[in-house]
T-cell receptor, first 114, second 115 residues
């Protein structure tokens, strides 16, 4: 079935360093790829997304790149800060019986130490 | 904009009882709502997709008679866990999509603990 693989599962960086999280997806028909940040006990918060008709998107310290041929996309966080510490999930839209549904990767726990 | 309200945030119930969780889109009409389940330190697993006015579509392995989903209006979907058992204890999260827009907005989740 549809699958989204995410790496690494944990990532520790020093404040000010960059962090990169990578995901691959299985369905070449997927055309929308959001990234979510989840803090403990809360619902996921959309931080950035990209559609398949673009290769890169940036929003301040956060950027996402997409390689549709290779079916992988990455999240880049620059100048990390302690408040960036959270679990990050990549996701991709897949067709299911009800239309389209978002399937998530397994998550990356990012720890930024000061 | 695009606020999704979910409540209760936490519920503790006895085994065998039923629990209802509400999910509301506060400032937009949600043609589609999704229900996810998340175990500690794991990813979000899609349980079902709910289109307004029609029956929910459940993912493989999710018991539709146990997890009743109602999407009676464009701003409200409910998930009822019937005859709850300890293994149903989990974090349940709803999300809503506005029209043809791909963006999904999530509620704050409900931590269900079944004793």
């Amino acid at each position: 079935g549809e699958n989204v693989e995410q790496h690494p599962s944990t990532l520790s960086v020093q404040e000010g360093d960059s962090a990169v999280i990578k995901c691959t997806y299985s369905d070449s028909a997927s055309n929308y790829f959001p990234w979510y940040k989840q803090e403990l006990g809360k619902g996921p918060q959309l931080i950035i997304d990209i559609r398949s008709n673009v290769g890169e998107k940036k929003d301040q310290r956060i950027a996402v790149t997409l390689n549709k041929t290779a079916k992988h996309f990455s999240l880049h966080i620059t100048e990390t800060q302690p408040e960036d510490s959270a679990v990050y999930f990549c996701a991709a839209f897949f067709l299911n019986q009800a239309g389209t549904a978002l399937i998530f990767g397994k998550g990356t726990t990012l720890s930024v130490s000061s | 904009g695009a606020v999704v309200s979910q409540h209760p945030s936490r519920v503790i119930c006895k085994s065998g009882t039923s629990v209802k969780i509400e999910c509301r889109s506060l400032d937009f009409q949600a043609t589609t709502m999704f229900w996810y389940r998340q175990f500690p330190k794991q990813s979000l697993m899609l349980m079902a997709t709910s289109n307004e006015g029609s029956k929910a579509t459940y993912e493989q392995g999710v018991e539709k008679d146990k997890f009743l989903i109602n999407h009676a209006s464009l701003t409200l979907s409910t998930l009822t866990v019937t005859s709850a058992h300890p293994e149903d204890s989990s974090f349940y999260i709803c999300s809503a999509r506005r029209g043809g827009n791909e963006k999904l907005f999530f509620g704050s989740g409900t931590q269900l603990s079944v004793l």
